[in-house]
């Protein structure tokens, strides 16, 4: 059963940091490229952080760059991201993404975890 669970969420003031991870399990890790995306209340679902499968390669949002770090640990199935310098327009429900390199289409996600900006 594929599983993808979400954790570190929470309430943070401004110019704060949170650590979220994302625990993998029921497929094979470290062939999927890992994604966090964030959707806020009204607005769509955004890529925030893109890592490859070996993690060579990231890519980020814009509005993340300099301030959040993708990373993962195959060894343990794991899949990071570090937040730091928190503005109040990061508030969103944080989601993991799983993206298969070899089944075109084939993308598995968590149940997400909530982040709050705020003073």
């Known amino acids: 059963q594929v599983q993808l669970v979400e954790s570190g969420g929470g309430l943070v003031q401004p110019g704060g940091s949170l650590r979220l991870s994302c625990a993998a399990s029921?497929?094979?890790?470290?062939?999927?490229?890992m994604s966090w995306y964030r959707q806020a209340p009204g607005k769509e679902r955004e890529l925030v952080a893109r890592?490859?499968?070996?993690?060579?390669?990231?890519n980020y949002a814009d509005s993340v760059k300099g301030r959040f770090t993708i990373s993962r640990d195959n060894a343990k199935n794991t899949v990071y991201l570090q937040m730091n310098s928190l503005k109040p327009e990061d508030t969103a429900v944080y989601f993991c993404?799983?993206?298969?390199?070899?089944?075109?289409?084939?993308?598995?996600w968590g149940q997400g975890t909530q982040v709050t900006v705020s003073s």
């Open positions: 890592m490859s499968s070996a993690g060579g390669s990231t």
């Open positions: 993404n799983a993206a298969s390199l070899f089944v075109a289409g084939r993308h598995y």
């Open positions: 029921g497929f094979t890790f470290s062939v999927y490229a």
